[in-house]
């Protein structure tokens, strides 16, 4: 029996990385009957096959930290949430519908901000402003610059990560920079799993060289918060939640209740508009597809 990781699934296979070596796999009958069927990022234990130290079994998956529907992947330590300081421009809406997500499902988001080479206006200070003060870690990196990835090797080694964010942000391109001889295509689907129109599009985990994996993977950054209920929608922007105790009313909103602390803290500055903004538009949508079901 050894322990290894799942790094792919594919057609009812399962390849497991372990201190000896890959293997692949099949899954036990019982986890299909228990509804539990491996994910990529399960550890598990693997029993050899008798006639090929290259192929098994996986006979038990072991407990998940962390549970993704959609894509099918578990136990990801930290969601690496990408954007560019300059060109594009920084979508803070769906940064913060990023981090909602990342609260929702228990992952830890860091912040990174690509292109400081090109931040002449110094975008990245008010990022800091914005972020750091919701309890958040960011850092900033360049592809351009001598040792511009570093601080991010640090953080991406021994753990999990997905990468996630928009299009032309340069995922791809610090990729290629933190893991030599990755070779992704930059602007353009992962050529390392083959992902295209005619290609079967799934999940993998993507060793890394100095320790830890990266998670490739299609659709992730397709994401709505539609699933989540405005208790929990409330519960996933932490400057609030810090200050949710002292609202007048234990059900308050923070839209436009008296007493609110939330909506003293924004007047005050403590809390930052564009953060507040997102909420408010979160909670609305909700409310507006509350509404349309009852038609």
């Known amino acids: 029996m050894v ?3 799942i790094y792919k699934a594919l057609s009812g296979f399962y390849y497991v990385t372990t201190a000896t070596g890959n293997l692949e796999c099949r899954a036990r009958g019982v986890f ?6 491996p994910l990529v990022g399960d550890y598990v234990e693997v029993e050899i096959d008798q006639e090929s130290d290259l192929k098994g079994t996986i006979v038990k998956i072991k407990e998940r930290t962390v549970e993704f529907k959609r894509p099918a992947v578990a136990n990801v330590d930290q969601a690496l949430i990408v954007f560019a300081l300059k060109n594009p421009t920084p979508n803070l809406n769906l940064l913060d519908k990023l981090l909602v997500m990342c609260e929702n499902t228990g992952i830890e988001p860091i912040l990174v901000l690509n292109k400081h080479d090109l931040d002449d206006a110094n975008f ?3 990022m800091t402003k914005i972020y750091e003060a919701s309890g958040y870690k960011l850092i900033k990196v360049s592809t351009k610059v001598p040792g511009g990835t570093d601080a991010l090797k640090a953080v991406l080694k021994d ?3 997905v990468f996630c964010g928009p299009s032309g942000v340069g995922k791809s391109s610090i990729l290629n ?3 030599q001889g990755l070779k992704l295509k930059t602007g353009e689907l992962s050529e390392k799993i083959q992902r ?12 890394l060289s100095f320790g830890g994996f990266v998670v490739d993977t299609p659709g992730f950054t397709s994401l709505a918060i539609d699933d989540i209920e405005i208790d929990v929608i409330k519960a996933c922007f932490p400057e609030f939640q810090a200050r949710a105790d002292k609202c007048r009313f234990d ?3 923070h839209i436009d209740e008296p007493g609110c602390d939330v909506i003293r803290s924004l007047d005050d500055g403590e809390i930052h508009f564009s953060r507040y903004q997102s909420y408010k538009q979160f909670i609305y949508q909700k409310k507006e597809d509350r509404r349309k079901k009852s038609w």
Do not use: F, M, P
């Open 159 to 161: 753990k999990i990560s």
């Open 3 to 5: 322990d290894g990781i």
């Open 32 to 37: 299909r009957i228990q509804k539990n069927s």
């Open 251 to 253: 059900d308050c909103l």
């Open 196 to 207: 295209g129109k005619h290609t079967t599009r799934h999940t993998e985990l993507v060793a």
């Open 177 to 179: 920079t933190v893991q």
């Open 124 to 126: 990245y200070a008010e």
